[in-house]
Each structure stands twice: as C-alpha cells, then as structure tokens.
C-alpha cells in the first residue's frame, strides 16, 4: 500500500494547490490512500465542516489536525459525525469527536490512521505516548498498515514517538511547524519517520502567514491579525511504501511540488 500523507494544507492558497496538484501525485506514485493535516485550511487557522467537505471531494481520504482544530465551533458537532476528520486521540474523554479512525481503500484493503498532539510549548493534554498505546490496543490485529500523525511544537518529542512505535505502526509524520524536515528514514523495525511533512500553500511567506505582518510582529512585539500569504505555491509532504502483509514500511519519500496556479 502507499499512503501520500499531505503536509498542513495552509488557507485557500492551500486548498488551491491541492487541487491542483493532488490528482498529478497519486498518478504519479500510485497512491491507495490520501490522508492530509487540515486543521489550518480555514482562514490560515482552524476548518469548518463546509471547507473539510471541499477537500474531502479533491481526493483526501482522512484529515487530521491539532490545537486549532477547535478555532471554528461549527466543527465540533462535524467531528461528532464525521469519521474522516480527526483530532488528536489525547484530548480528555467527552471531547467532540475521535482520534483513530479505519478506512478501507479503493483496492479494499484497511488502514488505520492515528492523531496524536505533543505536549511541550503547546496543551497540557494527556500523554500522546501513552494515548498511542491505548488506542493501538484497541484495533483488531488484522488492521496492520497504520499511519501516525503526530502534530506537536518540539522536534525531539516527534523522533521520541517514532521511536516509541518503531515496529508497532507503519509511519509517524510529524506536523505543526509547516517547515519540512529532511530526516525521512524507515527505523530499524519497520516504522517509516519524518520529522515534518512540511506546509502546502504559500513558500513565500513566513509559515503561511504574510512576511511584512510576521516581520513586524517580530521588530515591534505588536499584535497583529495575522493573512495568510498567496505566493509561490506548492504542496509538501511524504509518501510511504507499505507492505501489507506485515504493515511493515519498505520506503518513504519526501514530496515538494511546485503550482502554477494563482490564488
């Protein structure tokens, strides 16, 4: 199986590249399932139910998200019926919504995709480690191909994770920083990793946001309503190669994609 996991879809610049450019992707790599961190897709922050049915219909099988995924509160009655959109599992029980959800491919085979959040410099939430282990604890064992989004501030707490799964899921992806990494490796057990998928919508920009309003918030220490940027598109992320039979990762690959198109 490959998964093509799309790194944080960053406004409509985001939602424009995506469809732009998805469809060429899992042409090209002969991608099973499509599963994207969507919870800045609204705006630059946050997602409403209305934006996640519009990437739903590019071709995203699963999205995840992170600590914004609560900016719009029409999405919590979404996440209460929806089991394609995610947030992570390690909210306290009662939260609207789910962490793990399985889908089945076009070619009938299962997945299983996870959210998870890290806890240093973001929420005080219950330990994503041990959030892992429970909720793997709860799949059946014929569900094998697992995909792990682990969106968290502190890189060491991303390759802590990896490491914590290594041989027990298919990859963990981090997310958050919409800066790609280029540490994509598979563990020693079989675990493919990378630190950061990175951010699809505008390079030109200081993480999605337009410089001069993020240059200025820096030199003067001013608040600012913070646009998202519209130059140099392009979709990031990582595909993963799986072997099915034993969930096992057999090769990762970072994925940087110009677009053409404007926003």
Not at 44 to 69: C, K, R, W, Y
Not at 80 to 106: F, K, M, Q, W
Not at 159 to 167: I, K, S
Request: with cysteine.
């Amino acid at each position: 199986m490959k998964i093509f996991f799309i790194g944080d879809i960053m406004g409509s610049p985001g939602r424009k590249t995506v469809s732009a450019l998805l469809h060429k992707v899992v042409d090209k790599y002969n991608i099973d399932l499509v599963v994207a961190n969507g919870e800045n897709a609204s705006g630059g922050i946050g997602i409403t139910p209305e934006v996640a049915e519009q990437l739903f219909q590019t071709g995203i099988d699963v999205m995840t998200s992170g600590n914004h995924i609560w900016k719009h509160k029409e999405i919590q009655a979404y996440l209460e019926i929806s089991d394609r959109l995610l947030r992570p599992a390690n909210y306290p029980s009662g939260t609207p919504g789910r962490g793990l959800t399985v889908i089945e491919t076009a070619a009938g085979e299962s997945a299983a995709v996870l959210n998870l959040e890290g806890r240093i410099f973001m929420n005080p939430l219950e330990c994503p480690f041990r959030t892992a282990d429970r909720e793997l604890a709860s799949l059946p064992p014929e569900i094998k191909t697992i995909l792990v989004d682990m969106h968290a501030e502190a890189t060491s707490e991303k390759l802590a994770l990896g490491w914590y799964l290594d041989g027990r899921v298919s990859a963990v992806i981090g997310t958050h920083t919409h800066v790609q990494t280029a540490d994509e490796r598979i563990l020693p057990n079989g675990t493919g990793y990378l630190t950061d998928a990175g951010m699809t919508g505008p390079a030109d920009s200081v993480i999605g946001v337009k410089k001069e309003i993020a240059l200025d918030r820096f030199l003067t220490q001013m608040p600012h309503k913070f646009e998202v940027a519209k130059r140099d598109l392009v979709l990031e992320g990582a595909v993963v190669s799986i072997d099915s039979e034993t969930g096992k990762a057999v090769a990762i690959t970072r994925i940087r994609e110009k677009c053409s198109a404007e926003s």
